[in-house]
């Protein structure tokens, strides 16, 4: 039987009332539009507020460093719903930080479990194990003649910790040393390294305060490694008189070196050796004149103290003060810079690295 296409014209379909109370006509397309769009806004404007309300002490400092000026966000301080944004937000970094060498020590535990337990054989161990007893008397004998011939070296001993603190050049060096003592000597180490700090504005981040509360919770630290210097060359509070110390000023010198001496008399009063690692040359050729002016006050104030100083532009082999990306060793030509100038790329971290861990003398038990 032929399947009809008509349309069907069955009257006895059931029939739905029409809800009279809605009307989609009295609400055009364009006011459904821009009631969306309002509603986006608001919560952009909600998200950027909170990540303002947060992140204050990075904006803070950002623009303190950039404009040379306080913020207009500290107007805003003589409210503790505010204050307590910033809080938070130090909170968040600290536990960022925990959090991150948590998974750093996490990530050691399980190579060096499968090290020990699959990656090599018995034969492999047992022959590892007799290299080791017979060289543990020459470095018994060695650590005894290093003991008696000088003061000078930086030993780390069983149980002993080295201190990182720095900016963000010491952010990239840092990690490398880290895992070398862990991996190779079970030392620990504290790394309270952060990016965008130096000693120029200590309301931002007070290394010399910082040094010495760690120093005092934590008598295993022996070492203290610093590098800090790029964002350090701008006119900077005077601690002593109020105002501004105009850079490249003796007063600026004088300024800088008396949070240098802080910092070294903190570390003699705990009987901590200092490491300090000197700033590199930059792309930048205003940026490179002002480290090669902030080196030598550095050095002046070093060379005061028992202090041992690393030269990152010698170590890069850069030390014309001229910058270069490259390093040209064993006829190869090996980028040490990354692409902005300033920082270092792994490569470049990784010689930084190796030069801090030549300066340390390791006795185990």
């Known amino acids: 039987m032929p399947i009809s296409k008509q349309p069907s014209t069955d009257n006895n379909l059931p029939t739905y009332p029409t809800a009279k109370h809605i009307n989609l006509d009295d609400y055009p397309v364009d006011y459904m539009h821009s009631k969306s769009y309002s509603y986006l806004l608001a919560v952009l404007c909600f998200f950027a507020a909170l990540c303002l309300w947060v992140m204050q002490n990075s904006v803070n400092a950002y623009y303190l460093q950039t404009y040379h000026k306080d913020s207009p966000l500290l107007y805003l301080n003589k409210f503790n719903a505010w204050k307590k944004g910033g809080e938070i937000g130090n909170q968040l970094y600290a536990w960022h930080g925990q959090l991150t060498d948590n998974i750093v020590n996490k990530n050691q535990q399980v190579v060096d479990y499968f090290n020990k337990n699959f990656a090599y054989t018995p034969q492999y161990l047992a022959k590892q194990q007799l290299i080791q007893s017979n060289q543990a008397p020459k470095a018994q004998d060695q650590a005894s003649n290093i003991q008696a011939s000088t003061t000078d070296a930086y030993i780390l001993r069983t149980g002993d910790e080295i201190f990182f603190a720095g900016d963000s050049m010491m952010q990239g060096v840092a990690p490398h040393v880290q895992q070398y003592l862990q991996k190779n000597y079970n030392i620990k180490s504290v790394n309270l390294s952060k990016q965008s700090t130096g000693l120029a504005y200590p309301s931002l981040f007070n290394w010399p305060k910082t040094i010495e509360e760690t120093l005092a919770n934590n008598a295993n630290i022996k070492i203290l490694a610093v590098f800090l210097g790029p964002n350090d060359p701008w006119d900077m509070p005077d601690l002593t008189n109020g105002g501004q110390l105009k850079f490249q000023t003796p007063q600026w010198e004088a300024g800088y070196q008396a949070r240098m001496a802080s910092i070294l008399n903190t570390a003699k009063n705990y009987g901590v050796k200092v490491i300090w690692i000197t700033p ?41 003060d001229i910058y270069n990306d490259y390093l040209v060793k064993d006829g190869k030509s090996i980028k040490m810079r990354s692409s902005d100038g300033i920082h270092f790329s792994v490569q470049g971290q990784k010689l930084i690295a190796k030069a801090l861990q030549d300066e340390l003398t390791i006795i185990t038990d």
């Open 280 to 320: 590199p040359n930059m792309k930048k050729a205003k940026l490179n004149e002002q480290m090669i002016y902030l080196t030598a006050v550095m050095k002046t104030e070093l060379q005061r103290h028992d202090v041992k100083v690393l030269d990152a532009r010698e170590l890069l082999g850069t030390s014309n």
